[in-house]
């Protein structure tokens, strides 16, 4: 059980940091009139969002144990990290799937996905974890505490608080199922639920409609 609030807490954290994150952004937008923003820019910003969220999730650990961390839930918080980038990553090759497939009929849609970028921000964020775990007087500055701190109190708000319980009580199991199926994976070569996208499906059945006409011609 110990486990399972550990995971939800963690769920409730995720889902407050993103709110916050997500206004953020929205005044950055305003300030900069709506002007977008290079594919290098965009994946700087990610990179401080991945970041700065491990710094506050070591927090959360330390918080939790007075001042004394266990290895066995700074593991289970770094799993959690990793699966929640790899989540993320698996969401935006499947918008860019999408942009790829219809963005031609949509000019205010733009692919800017980068596998190596991405994976080269996710890299970075798991190692800053594990730097932290090595030097962990490093994880105190001012604005990865104002995070942790206004984390803590939204939670304890009666309304805000209870919304993002009911959120992380989701995150929690969306995040046992990703486990789960990758365990699976593991042990037996399949998942246990497979995910394909139908936009691959719909760009590979034009491409066979393809090679058959030059076939005939």
Same mark, same amino acid.
């Given at each position: +059980?110990?486990?399972?609030d550990?995971?939800?807490?963690?769920? /409730?954290?995720?889902a407050?940091?993103g709110?916050?994150?997500?206004l953020? @952004?929205? *005044?950055?937008?305003?300030l900069? +009139?709506?002007?977008?923003?290079t =594919?290098?820019? /965009?994946?700087?910003?990610?990179?401080?969002?991945y970041?700065l969220? /491990?710094?506050?999730t070591?927090?959360?650990?330390?918080?939790?144990?007075?001042?004394?961390?266990?290895?066995?839930?700074?593991?289970?918080?770094?799993?959690?990290?990793?699966?929640?980038?790899?989540g993320?990553?698996?969401?935006?090759?499947?918008q860019?799937?999408?942009?790829?497939?219809?963005?031609? *009929?949509? =000019?205010?849609?733009?692919n800017?996905f980068?596998?190596?970028?991405?994976?080269?921000?996710?890299?970075?964020s798991?190692?800053?974890?594990?730097?932290?775990?090595?030097?962990p007087?490093f994880?105190?500055?001012p604005?990865?505490s104002?995070?942790? @701190?206004?984390?803590?109190?939204?939670e304890?708000? =009666?309304?805000?608080g209870? $919304?993002?319980?009911?959120? *992380?009580?989701?995150?929690?199991?969306?995040?046992l199922?990703?486990m789960?199926?990758g365990? $699976?994976?593991l042990?037996?070569?399949?998942p246990l639920?497979q995910?394909?996208?139908?936009?691959?499906?719909? @760009?590979?059945d034009?491409?066979?409609?393809?090679?058959?006409f030059? @076939?005939i011609?």
């Amino acid at each position: +059980m110990d486990l399972l609030d550990f995971i939800f807490r963690l769920g /409730v954290l995720f889902a407050i940091y993103g709110f916050i994150w997500a206004l953020i @952004e929205f *005044g950055l937008a305003i300030l900069s +009139m709506g002007s977008n923003r290079t =594919p290098l820019g /965009v994946y700087i910003f990610r990179a401080i969002k991945y970041v700065l969220l /491990v710094d506050v999730t070591f927090l959360f650990c330390y918080n939790l144990e007075n001042d004394h961390i266990q290895l066995y839930n700074l593991g289970l918080a770094g799993l959690v990290l990793l699966t929640y980038f790899i989540g993320k990553l698996q969401n935006r090759q499947q918008q860019a799937v999408f942009v790829s497939a219809f963005g031609s *009929g949509m =000019p205010n849609l733009k692919n800017n996905f980068n596998i190596q970028a991405e994976l080269g921000v996710i890299g970075l964020s798991i190692g800053f974890f594990i730097f932290l775990i090595a030097y962990p007087q490093f994880s105190y500055n001012p604005l990865s505490s104002w995070f942790h @701190e206004s984390i803590l109190n939204i939670e304890d708000t =009666p309304i805000f608080g209870f $919304i993002f319980k009911i959120i *992380g009580f989701f995150f929690l199991l969306n995040l046992l199922f990703k486990m789960l199926n990758g365990f $699976i994976y593991l042990i037996s070569g399949r998942p246990l639920f497979q995910m394909t996208s139908g936009f691959r499906k719909f @760009e590979k059945d034009k491409t066979d409609e393809f090679d058959d006409f030059e @076939e005939i011609n």
